[in-house]
């Protein structure tokens, strides 16, 4: 299947910028979520059509929702008998940009199909459909799937030396895709040699990682919209929502805690 709203049927299909239907509509909302072994789209399928509804609520057609990815080169069609749906694939499956196309199929043979929905240039006749052929098709839409999702979430965060800063000071940059921390010579230092050890790893995961994600967090309560397409915003909130977290109520620094998995007591074996 390939996305066209000028591609030719013999018979009506019920497609955006097309007229072959009058007046009606078919589109999908959907959100995404990702786990380690799972991307996961809750989708919402709404259509206007009631002589279509009926032959999915009769047996005859189904929802179906068609997920590409280029980069690996797979292609799932996903197939439900009820507009709200949960779609799983494994995470392993699926990197990139992600496109989502949605259609109504049928399932068994229609025979005398009708709607007053119909453009009348199709004449007053009724319908037949054999299995597999497409009812309605819903605009395509995308989403991406970066490889950050399925890393630590420190993955998200890249340390930059600014040799300008004065010895003690660092800076946060949340303005794209991973949030960049300007650091001082001197913390760059201390950086370098802390990530060569378990226990410096756990040290800078309780400093420097703790206290940006945190304020990634309280970002994200407040501007949400703002920073929502960069990647390290998805990561966080994809985590948070794998969690069962209400962003909204709990304070920053507790579900940083939860997202990172209560990092203070790493520090046990240190001291």
């Known amino acids: 299947m390939k996305f066209d709203s ?9 497609r955006p910028d097309n007229n072959d239907y009058v007046g009606e509509d078919f589109s999908i909302l959907y959100e995404v979520s990702t786990t380690n072994e799972l991307v996961i789209i809750n ?10 509804l009926d032959q ?13 990815s280029n980069e690996t080169f797979e292609q799932q069609f ?19 940009r992600i496109s989502i196309e949605p259609y109504i199929v049928v399932k068994k043979g229609i025979e005398n199909f009708e709607s007053t929905s119909i453009n009348s240039e199709f004449g007053n006749g009724r319908f037949s459909f054999g299995s597999g052929e497409i009812l309605a098709q819903g605009t395509p839409s995308s989403f991406s799937i970066s490889r950050d999702y399925f890393k630590p979430l420190q993955s998200i965060v ?42 410096g790893q756990n040290i800078m995961l309780n400093s420097i990682w703790f206290s940006v994600i945190v304020h990634a967090v309280d970002v994200l309560k407040k501007s949400t919209d703002i920073y929502g397409g960069y990647i390290w915003a998805d990561v966080i ?4 929502n794998n969690l069962g977290i209400d962003l909204d109520s709990q304070d920053s620094y507790k579900i940083v805690t939860t997202l990172l998995n209560n990092p203070l007591l790493r520090l046990g074996d240190i001291f």
Request: hydrophobic share 40%; with cysteine.
């Open 6 to 14: 000028q591609s030719a049927f013999p018979y009506p299909v019920l």
């Open 43 to 52: 989708a919402n399928f709404n259509l206007t059509c009631n002589a279509i």
């Open 56 to 68: 999915i609520d009769n047996g005859y057609a189904i929802y179906g929702l068609l997920v590409t």
């Open 78 to 96: 996903f197939e439900s008998e009820v507009a709200v749906s949960e779609f799983k694939i494994s995470s392993q499956l699926l990197r990139g």
């Open 158 to 199: 890249k340390i930059n030396l600014k040799e300008e800063l004065p010895k003690g000071e660092w800076s946060i940059k949340l303005e794209q895709d991973h949030i960049i921390v300007d650091v001082s010579q001197h913390i760059h230092n201390t950086y370098i040699r802390a990530k060569n050890s378990k226990s």
């Open 237 to 240: 909130t994809g985590k948070i």
